[in-house]
């Protein structure tokens, strides 16, 4: 092993751009200028300032240029997105997001101000009516499960759900999810001169009405997802091992006929979500003193696998608890053959993917996404190894093992311990994130002072000290960012189709790998992408593929693809 790791040179901090990401991308075309490098010579007392960066083009204007607007629309399903977000008010699909955690087959809120038809609490309605999965064909199962599934989908097809006259759920429980929807679908927030709402089919921002402006809401900033020109339906579900509620986000989505599927989280399978040991740590377990602990893990094995008769969710005697959840990944697959789906990695640090995001293959469009720093490594906690497809920027994680080292020295913290002692190879530390929208007032992550704000009508200013920002990151960003490339995709090729067909999952896929790029810098850093020591000794001599799949997209390579005949 080596010391600290100096023979690269470093870029000096960059003045930072709350959009880094959009041009670390190819989103956007920013100029950051010639950065110097630090530390400067011994003649200079200081490195040259850099200067703001210049903005330029972007994709979204290629895609004007291409042919007609036609939006995509990307099912997320994750815990809600907040309804009354400025930057997300108006690519919020209202109208067919879901609440599937409060009610088994779907509930909605509906908008108080328009609900003149009605006033009681609730109205019943069929969100699922008209479902039918023939197009998926047999799925893989057997004639079993095939008639386990069809009476699913018969009783949801014949179901009814509410519309509630509530207070929206996603205003208390809904941060992660708002958070990858700014980084989806977030536009600039927008209002009348006069401070009353605009009155538009579509969004303020790429409308051709006149009457718009910048809103005079002092707290919003005119903020950009990767696709603002698209819209988001929300499918909210909760992190119970809930295999019903689960399907049913999938086959909504299916029926929605959506043109992207973002799931920025794992699922909860019981028996596939499971961390597989790694070979080393199995070894080590062979070793004459670990056998305590060897002799421990083998003891919890047994208990694992044994039956326990008060607990509440074992399985009742001759059921098949695994049959729900291996229909449910069938269905995963075969819908990805239609939808792009796009997974999160996950956030352990592993050498191995998170469910499902590791049934990412060769023949199917599922997209698993990991994350990586400004500074050209993998992000310390982004998961890697096979099946991953691409990763994409974010923040980064302190990291010290025997492996590596990475740490903020920055921190006060840093300077009490000697980590050269270790003689460990250090890896540069990332001060970037992703800069998102957050869930407004005290329950967001930014835990802002008024968590009703949200609510108040146009002009009232609403938003006083509620917090509708925040720092973000993980493979949930990056998922959330591929998933807004991949609206892209599907709306530059509706530009040329007249917005009546949508690329399959595997196509998407095809040209995302085809169009990333193994040996990019993530922009405004200057190393290309570079392998880190993790989880092995001498694990940065593995094929390139094995941490970054097949690299960074290139978001304006992707499009001009689509766009070209």
């Not at 009348?192 to 707290?219: I, K, Q, V």
């Not at 295999?243 to 986000?249: C, D, K, N, P, T």
């Not at 810098?521 to 020591?533: E, F, H, K, N």
Request: include cysteine; aromatic fraction near 8%; hydrophobic fraction near 40%.
């Amino acid at each position: 092993m080596t010391t600290v790791d100096m023979e690269a040179p470093q870029a000096a901090p960059m003045n930072y751009y709350y959009l880094w990401h959009l041009t670390a991308l190819g989103v956007i075309d920013a100029d950051y200028g010639s950065p110097p490098i630090v530390p400067p010579s011994e003649d200079e007392t200081a490195a040259r300032p850099v200067p703001d960066p210049q903005i330029g083009g972007s994709v979204w204007d290629t895609i004007a240029a291409a042919g007609p607007l036609h939006p995509a629309r990307v099912a997320l399903i994750d815990v809600g997105v907040a309804p009354d977000h400025p930057n997300l008010r108006t690519r919020l699909d209202r109208e067919a997001s879901i609440d599937l955690t409060s009610h088994r087959y779907g509930s909605r809120v509906a908008d108080i101000l328009d609900a003149t038809t009605s006033f009681d609490l609730e109205d019943k309605q069929s969100f699922f009516a008209g479902l039918d999965i023939t197009p998926l064909g047999t799925l893989g199962l057997s004639n079993d499960d095939r008639e386990y599934l069809e009476d699913i989908v018969a009783e949801y097809a014949a179901s009814q759900g509410v519309v509630r006259r509530l207070f929206h759920p996603e205003s208390l429980f809904a941060p992660h999810g708002t958070c990858c929807a700014g980084l989806i679908v977030g536009e600039p927030a927008v209002a009348a001169a006069d401070g009353e709402p605009p009155e538009l089919p579509e969004s303020a921002f790429y409308s051709d009405d006149s009457t718009p402006c910048p809103s005079a809401n002092r707290n919003v900033i005119p903020y950009f997802g990767i696709d603002p020109f698209s819209r988001l339906i929300s499918i909210r579900t909760s992190f119970e091992d809930d295999v019903q509620q689960f399907i049913a986000a999938f086959l909504y989505a299916y029926h929605q006929g959506v043109d992207v599927i973002v799931l920025p989280r794992g699922l909860p399978d019981p028996k596939r979500s499971r961390v597989i040991p790694k070979n080393e740590l199995k070894a080590d377990l062979e070793r004459w003193k670990n056998q305590i602990a060897a002799d421990l893990f083998a003891r919890i094995s047994l208990a694992e696998q044994g039956s326990v008769e008060l607990e509440p969710k074992a399985p009742q005697r001759g059921s098949n608890p695994d049959r729900a959840w291996h229909i449910l990944k069938q269905l995963i697959i075969a819908i990805s053959q239609h939808i792009p789906i796009v997974c999160a990695a996950g956030n352990s640090g592993e050498s191995q993917l998170i469910y499902p995001a590791n049934l990412a293959a060769d023949d199917n469009g599922i997209i698993a996404v990991g994350a990586v720093t400004v500074e050209g490594y993998r992000s310390g906690y982004s998961n890697y190894g096979e099946g991953l497809t691409v990763v994409a920027p974010s923040d980064d994680d302190e990291v010290f093992n025997r492996h590596q080292l990475r740490i903020d020295r920055l921190s006060p913290f840093a300077a009490q311990h000697d980590h050269r002692a270790f003689e460990l190879r250090e890896y540069q530390y990332s001060h970037f994130s992703l800069l998102t929208t957050d869930l407004p007032g005290s329950f967001g992550y930014n835990r802002g002072a008024d968590p009703w704000s949200s609510i108040v009508p146009f002009g009232a200013n609403s938003g006083i000290g509620g917090g509708y920002y925040t720092t973000f990151g993980g493979t949930s960003g990056a998922s959330a960012e591929v998933g807004g490339i991949c609206a892209l995709i599907q709306r530059a090729h509706k530009s040329q189709n007249s917005g009546d067909a949508r690329l399959s999952g595997p196509a998407v896929k095809s040209i995302l790998q085809a169009t990333a790029r193994l040996d990019s810098a993530v922009t405004p850093g200057i190393r290309a992408l570079t392998a880190d020591c993790m989880n092995a000794d001498g694990e940065d001599a593995l094929e390139m593929s094995y941490f970054f799949g097949f690299g960074l997209p290139n978001v304006s390579a992707a499009v001009a693809a689509v766009l070209t005949p």
